[in-house]
């Protein structure tokens, strides 16, 4: 009995054990995500780093799906063949399963691997965001000419540039998550394009994603908030009242705006994994309900899909039922829903990116080609001419 009992209280506290040391790296790995928003490069990295994590969102999901309660993930991958390479979080540069690679590629494969799918996730994100963002950024520089060159008569075309570009981000954002996850699981670009195949996982869960929507522009009023800040402290807001900045030097400027950025690099890398992680689950549950009900067309999918499939029998299990009100699913709830969704994304998508113009203007493309919580979580806007030891920056 005594025995027993000192077994029990060993494997009690193996699992501490193992449990702080999983907290220990998980911080370690954030921080270094934070430190990656400093640059384009590293930026990429961070994002393919994420999507490595969400397909590990998504298996651990599955996995969820047919375990006992009490059951650990990691167990069970250590013990599990087809989940031996999801036991641990991803690594930033270091191969998951060294014995698998040559001496070389054993030191730089996680670093490569992060980079590429971070570069394929962010061009083909950019595919789909490319005509919005163009639209907005016409819009915008198309008002700013107008309210300077006094042709106020055609301030109509700024606006409905504006609003088209909105709407469009509007229609890509209600897709392009799913698209993201399914990117996440499956590596390979085809499944951006998979345009049936996606809007069916979307029908499947469309509350959830609804859900996701309103959590990217939640997600984004924060960093709003940042770069207006930034032009409020930072703008002269007359000749007798300078602007905060005012009395630093070139150095003691950047400076100051390397640390901000520094910091909010923790804010923007954590809401880009975790609603990359969250979209990778509602893209789970998505295609094991889809599986269940019978409207997965095997050969639609790729095979890392299919032998999850297999090995989590998705199919031979029953669907789960869920009470749920009977109104939720009548066509005028979806309708309001939807409405919802869309004013949220007006929000989050095209009204931030204009308030963040409007108090700290910059011409840079990226301001519009890219949104940190959309494509690669790259926060960190300093002008060139601080940069190169300017305080302001030379117009001729």
Sequence with gaps: MNQQVTEVEE???????????????????????????????????????AYRLAERSAMKA??????????????????????????RTPNWIWAQDRAAHGMLMRWVNGLLKNLWLGFCAWFHSLVFLVVPSILMMVSWYSGWDNSFNKGYE????????????????????????????????????????DFRLNRQLIRTQWIACLGLVAGYAISGLPLMAADSLLGLITGEKSSQEPNALSELTAAQALGFLQTYF???????????????????????????????????NAETLSEKERQAIDHFQMASRPPVVRGRVR???SNVTRI?????????????????????QFFNYQHELRRWSNHPLVQIPWFHHIPAHLKEGKLEPDWD
């Excluded at 220990?24 to 400093?38: E, M, N, P």
């Design 327 to 329: 109104v939720l699913g």
């Design 154 to 193: 055609q301030f109509a075309v700024g606006q409905q540039l504006g609003l088209i570009g909105v709407f469009l981000m509007v229609v890509v954002m209600f897709y392009l998550p799913m698209a993201q996850a399914r990117f996440a699981m499956t590596q390979d670009v085809r499944s951006f394009y």
């Design 336 to 356: 309001l829903i939807g409405a919802v969704a869309a004013v949220l994304l007006w929000l989050g998508f095209g009204f931030q990116t204009h308030v963040k």
């Design 62 to 87: 599955w996995w969820k799906g047919q375990s006992a309660p009490g059951d650990r993930f990691r167990e069970a991958a250590r013990v599990t063949p087809f989940l031996a390479a999801y036991e």
């Design 262 to 296: 520094f910091w909010w690099g923790f804010y923007v890398f954590g809401a880009f994994v975790a609603l990359r992680c969250w979209a990778a689950r509602i893209y789970a549950r998505g295609v094991q309900r889809a599986t269940q009900q019978g409207r997965l």
């Design 11 to 49: 494997s009690m506290a193996t699992q501490t054990v193992s449990a702080k040391r999983h907290w220990f790296w998980g911080i370690w790995k954030w921080i270094l995500g934070a430190v990656r928003c400093q640059g384009p490069v590293f930026a990429l990295n961070g994002a393919g780093w």
